[in-house]
Every structure is written in structure tokens, then in C-alpha cells.
């Protein structure tokens, strides 16, 4: 049997670093971890090959290799999806689809032959049982969540590595809070499941063993949701493993309650951790209440965010407007709440409401459902009625991503950032032909070239002369803003 597994392109976002990628001359910023998940737990003997789009494109001879086609997609990557489809259909290839946009969707995609839903540990072993039987049956779901702890190691082999700037690693699924526009706990649940510390090891040996060196990102929907066994197996564990290796810098999402547990927090960086995304959403308490983000209440929240940067956690913020207690003035105070905190990658989007979340229930209870769920929250679309007047919401949301994206505020929040920030010793990587090139670049495109010039060479010798030893997160931080300023650009024009 032949399998190839596609996956769709994502469109220009925040979170598709596109305009970022060529200073490093890569193509796409993270592997479909699920699509090489499933290839490992697929027969051994059949043949498995991989098209990531947003790395190469995907020929007519792929699909005629083929005997069945495995896709899966986000809810980002649907008008790709479509084309996918569309193309299997016509090379009379048969498609067998799962991941999020087709838990929500499925009925959307009548060309789709198989759907495994939900969590491959299950459904796929159905599915590929009656398939064995030649009586595959449309539709494989479930509600249970699996035990992660049988889950093979990804098929690194099936990358090329050298399109990625990072590569993905799981640890455990699902989160303990229960965030009302969340759709993570709708499909992963409310009690985190883990996988062990050998198991997790031997996974980034794999990844260690097949030469990467560059940042790992661990796509946990919270990492600390689990906190006990984290602390006590999977960070000593790491401690333990990475002695004698370099590079491999960690980055996570986290909840912010992480700023109250300094012994985590050191352990974190030593394992290895230096950039961990959180959900702020937004220094409204109100609207704090109104979502459930009960973490977030009752504290002072930038004060929380200098905590984790001091510990030596790069901070990268998600903010939202668009609740029901929004007023006005909220869009100002998001402003001046990311300028003090120094979060640079500040991700400002609107309200959505997924698929699944008690957000969606709502709405739809109260009749403000509007279109298709984006997937990508800022693309300045929302899939309910909000409260405030749409076109002042709009105005203000435009606003937001102006004023925080102009070079002015964005490179003082990389100066306040590298102020406070003191990058762990763990982690650090050789300085390669790579970054040479993409200092280089950097100077062409941002210090000649680019609007922010001035701003550039502000931070350019700032940093050599107050922090020269985190020069290279400066150029690195100088080159993401470039990214967000374009992808914003498309938004606000
Ligand atoms: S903390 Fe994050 S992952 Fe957990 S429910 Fe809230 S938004 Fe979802």
C-alpha cells in the first residue's frame, strides 16, 4: 500500500512567520507533527511519503504514486484543503482526512472518502481494521481520549529538515482550565494526559540523533497543566539528557499562573526553556470573567509577565478584543498594556468562537452565529454578532495592530524586552554561516531598504553597546517585526 500524506498550505498570518523565513532561507516554521504521528502508527510495511505544501508543491506524479491519500488540517488551512481534495478527486486517488477542520466540518467535504476523527490512538486502528476487511466504514469517531503513553515517535524521516526553522514535540494533551472560547478541552479534555519521561526522551534523542540543533517547540496546549509530574520526571529527566548536548532551545505555551512557581520556573531553563507563549487576552477583568480565565484574574499581570522574562523566559503574548464587556477605551489600554509589559510578539486578534467551546454554544443559543469560523484570528473576521458596533470594533482592532506594529513601538518594546531578559546558558547555539547571512540580509532589508531603518540601527547599537551578548535575539526580533508589519500591512490597509 502506498500512502501519502499532504499537508495544506496555511494562509499569510501572524503565526505563518512567511516574510520572516527567507532571512533564514526556510520555507515553513514547524512540521505537520500530526500527519508524521499517524504515518508511524500506520503498518510498517506500507510505503509513506510526505508533501508539507508550505514547503514544496504537490505534483500530479504524487498523486498518481498514491493509493490513498492522508490529509489533515487545521481550520486555517481549509481553502487549501478544498483545492487538495478537489485535485484527489480528479487523479481518482482516495482520500482519508482528520485534524481539527474536519471534526467541526466534516459534512462540508462530500468528496472525502474515510474521515478518522478525533484522536488517531483510536479511530485510526478501526479504521485501518475494517480496511483490512474491505469493509472501511465513512465516518471513525469517539469521545474517549486515549492513554498517550503507547503513541509512537514521529517519522522525523519523512521531513526534510532543512525547510523547517523549528521542529514540534509533543508531551502531553489537554489543559485543566476551561477558558469559554477554548476549543482545546472540547476536543483534548479537561484532564491533562502525558506521555513518560523515557518516552518523551527517546523522542528528542530521535530528533537529537537525526542532526537538528534548532528550537523544539513543544505544542502542549499547556505544558504546566500536569505540574506535578512535570516537576518531579520530565524536567530532570531532560536536565539529565541534554548534558553534553547544545543548541535545541525549547519554546512552549504555558498559562501565566507559571510566574507564581519560581522552583518551575527555574527548572523550565535549565531543562532548557526560553520562550513560552501565554494567553493575556486582555487586561480587562470584566471580560476576564465574562470568558472564565480565572488564572488570569486578580493579579497584576505585566508584573507576571517581567517574572517569567526575568527568569529567563521570552514572553509571547495573545491578546483578544471583541467580548461582550468591551468598551471603547479597551483598545488603548491593550496598547499601553503590551508597551509596558515588553511583550514584542504580541498576537492581537478578535474574538472568535470555535467549533465546540461553550463561546460557540452561546452564541448560537442567542442567535449571533455569522459565518464560517476563520481559523485565524487576525484576519479582522468574526463569526458572531458581537456586541460593540462592528465598523468601531474594526476601527479599533486596526488601530491596535497600527500603533503596536509601527517601528517606534515595536523596537522600544524589543529595547524594554532585552532590558529585563537574561537568555539562559543551556541553550545557546554556535553562531553559523546561517545567521551570518541573515544579519546580512537583516541590514539590506531593514537597515537600507526598510521604513524602520533608524529604529534598526537604534537597536542595532544599543544592543552592542548594553547587551551584546543577546545581539543575535535582537536581530532575530528586528526580522520577526519586519514579518508582523507585512502581514499586518494586509489587514489594516
Ligand atoms: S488556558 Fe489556554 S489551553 Fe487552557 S483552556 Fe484556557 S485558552 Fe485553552
Excluded at 503565526?15 to 523565513?21: E, M, N
Excluded at 520556573?265 to 480565565?293: H, W, Y
Excluded at 496598547?335 to 460557540?360: C, D, K, N
Excluded at 553559523?432 to 546580512?440: D, G, K, P, Q, T
Aim: glycine share 6%; charged share 25%.
Amino acid at each position: 500500500m502506498r500512502v501519502l500524506m499532504v499537508y495544506p498550505e496555511f494562509p499569510d498570518t501572524f503565526w505563518s512567520f512567511k516574510h520572516a523565513l527567507p532571512f533564514i532561507r526556510k520555507k515553513a516554521s514547524l512540521p505537520p507533527l500530526g500527519l508524521i504521528t499517524v504515518a508511524a502508527m500506520l503498518p510498517p510495511a506500507w510505503e509513506k511519503r510526505l508533501v508539507d505544501m508550505n514547503t514544496t508543491t504537490l505534483t500530479r506524479q504524487d498523486l498518481e504514486w498514491a493509493d490513498y491519500v492522508f490529509v489533515s488540517a487545521m481550520v486555517a488551512q481549509r481553502d487549501s484543503t478544498h483545492e487538495v481534495i478537489r485535485r484527489c478527486k480528479q487523479a481518482g486517488v482516495k482520500i482519508v482526512a482528520g485534524g481539527p477542520l474536519f471534526i467541526g466540518e466534516h459534512e462540508q467535504f462530500p468528496d472525502v472518502d474515510y474521515f478518522v476523527l478525533n484522536e488517531a490512538e483510536i479511530t485510526l486502528p478501526r479504521f485501518l481494521a475494517d480496511l483490512e476487511k474491505g469493509e472501511p466504514q465513512r465516518i471513525y469517531e469517539t469521545t474517549v481520549f486515549p492513554d498517550i503513553r503507547q503513541t509512537p515517535a514521529p517519522m522525523w524521516e519523512l521531513l526534510n529538515l532543512r525547510h523547517y526553522s523549528d521542529m514540534c514535540i509533543q508531551y502531553s494533551r489537554g489543559c485543566p482550565f476551561n477558558c469559554d472560547f477554548c476549543n482545546i478541552t472540547a476536543m483534548f479534555g479537561r484532564r491533562p494526559r502525558t506521555k513518560t519521561a523515557p518516552q518523551l526522551i527517546a523522542e528528542l534523542d530521535s530528533l537529537y540523533k537525526v542532526g537538528w540543533r534548532g528550537n523544539v517547540f513543544f505544542v502542549d496546549d499547556n505544558l504546566i497543566g500536569n505540574r506535578r509530574e512535570l516537576e518531579r520526571d520530565i524536567l530532570p529527566a531532560i536536565i539529565e539528557w541534554r548534558q553534553g548536548k547544545e543548541g535545541m532551545a525549547f519554546g512552549t505555551e504555558v498559562s501565566i499562573d507559571l510566574a507564581d512557581d519560581p522552583d518551575l520556573m527555574r527548572l523550565m531553563v535549565e531543562a532548557g526553556f526560553d520562550t513560552v507563549f501565554v494567553g493575556i487576552e486582555t487586561p480587562d477583568e470584566q471580560s476576564l470573567t465574562e470568558c472564565n480565565k480565572s488564572q488570569n484574574k486578580g493579579r497584576d499581570l505585566v508584573e507576571s509577565v517581567k517574572t517569567l522574562q526575568r527568569a529567563g523566559l521570552q514572553v509571547q503574548g495573545g491578546f483578544i478584543v471583541g467580548f461582550d464587556s468591551d468598551k471603547p477605551s479597551i483598545f488603548q489600554r491593550q496598547i499601553e498594556f503590551i508597551q509596558r509589559s515588553g511583550i514584542v510578539m504580541a498576537m492581537v486578534g478578535l474574538l472568535q468562537a470555535p467549533f465546540g467551546t461553550r463561546l460557540y454554544e452561546r452564541m448560537e443559543k442567542e442567535g449571533r452565529l455569522l459565518d464560517d469560523f476563520s481559523g485565524n484570528n487576525t484576519d479582522g473576521t468574526m463569526n458572531f454578532q458581537p456586541k460593540m458596533d462592528p465598523n468601531v470594533l474594526q476601527e479599533g482592532y486596526r488601530h491596535i495592530l497600527k500603533s503596536i506594529y509601527s517601528p517606534r513601538a515595536y523596537y522600544e518594546r524589543v529595547r524594554a524586552f532585552l532590558n529585563e531578559y537574561k537568555r539562559p546558558k543551556v541553550t545557546r547555539q554556535a553562531i553559523n554561516w546561517i545567521h551570518f547571512e541573515a544579519l546580512l540580509r537583516s541590514i539590506v532589508v531593514l537597515g537600507i531598504r526598510g521604513k524602520e531603518r533608524l529604529e534598526y540601527w537604534r537597536l542595532f547599537f544599543w544592543t552592542l553597546l548594553h547587551r551584546p551578548r543577546l545581539f543575535p535575539q535582537a536581530i532575530t526580533l528586528a526580522i520577526y517585526g519586519f514579518h508582523f508589519r507585512q502581514v499586518c500591512e494586509h489587514y489594516v490597509s
